[in-house]
């Protein structure tokens, strides 16, 4: 067979790059209920070795006791966030009608303004449908997602402890593996340290505003910032439609929102 050109090459290469890329695509999506708790477990993993490292080596512990000591101590962790977020989802469910008539009156307080400047739009029908909007459902669906995510914690932590478990840390360590392991986790520790911090600070001062879901609110803005820039700005948005509904005046909601 005649052999290939250097353009023949490049686009034989380039035509099994896209191929692989879209089989590995297809693969992970497929696959993704098992993926994504290994990926989670991986980064969990790196937080909780250096936990169990300190437990073997300073305080002679074993290892799988230094194991079970550390997952135990994140499972609290996990089981707070999810008690915190379902109370204050619950507490959504139960004020649903009062937060509906609310939306109702700040919809029809617009209104007013813009019958007043002479635009006559169908405020009748807008306000049906605001008073027809699904809160209690969406508010169940939110349950529904967090009670999801803490059924998966059982697999993680399975995964978590074939990784923890694994690891040597008496093993010597060098050369690209020994600068990519510091790296990865100097970046974790930092990354982790800033979005607590957001969180608190958020937490916090939407708490001092006396706004409703001020937890939740918190809790998520320490997620949302690991997705990097539109996380924050998404993060700053979630609180605006509750202040709306929630405050009778406009002040508190820019105070929410600086």
Same mark, same amino acid.
């Given at each position: 067979m005649p052999a290939f050109t250097t353009e023949q090459s490049r686009l034989v290469t380039t035509s099994l790059v896209i191929l692989a890329a879209i089989a590995a695509a297809a693969a992970l999506a497929y696959t993704?209920?098992?993926m994504v708790p290994f990926v989670l477990a991986v980064f969990i993993s790196y937080l909780v070795s250096p936990v169990v490292d300190l437990l073997q080596l300073r305080f002679r512990v074993p290892r799988l006791a230094g194991v079970f000591v550390a997952l135990l101590l994140g499972l609290v962790a996990v089981a707070l966030l999810a008690l915190l977020v379902t109370t204050s989802v619950r507490g959504l469910l139960s004020s649903a009608d009062v937060y509906q008539e609310k939306l109702a009156d700040l919809v029809a307080r617009i209104f007013g303004v813009l019958d007043r400047m002479g635009l006559d739009l169908s405020q009748q029908s807008f306000?049906? #449908?605001? !008073?027809?909007?699904p809160i209690a459902?969406? #508010?169940? !669906?939110?349950l529904g997602t967090v009670v999801g995510i803490v059924s998966k914690v059982g697999l993680v932590t399975i995964f978590v402890i074939y990784l923890v478990s694994a690891r040597r840390p008496s093993a010597p360590r060098g050369g690209i593996y020994k600068e990519m392991d510091a790296k990865v986790r100097k970046y974790l520790v930092t990354k982790i340290t800033a979005s607590a911090a957001t969180?608190?600070?958020v937490g916090l001062i939407l708490w001092l505003f006396r706004l409703d879901l001020a937890l939740v609110f918190g809790i998520t803005a320490f997620l949302l910032n690991f997705v990097p820039s539109i996380g924050s700005i998404v993060a700053t948005l979630l609180p605006l439609p509750i202040a709306l509904v929630q405050y009778d005046s406009l002040w508190p909601v820019?105070?929410?929102l600086l």
């Open positions: 993704r209920s098992i306000l049906d #449908a605001v !008073r027809r909007l459902s969406f #508010a169940q !669906r939110t969180g608190i600070l820019l105070g929410v």
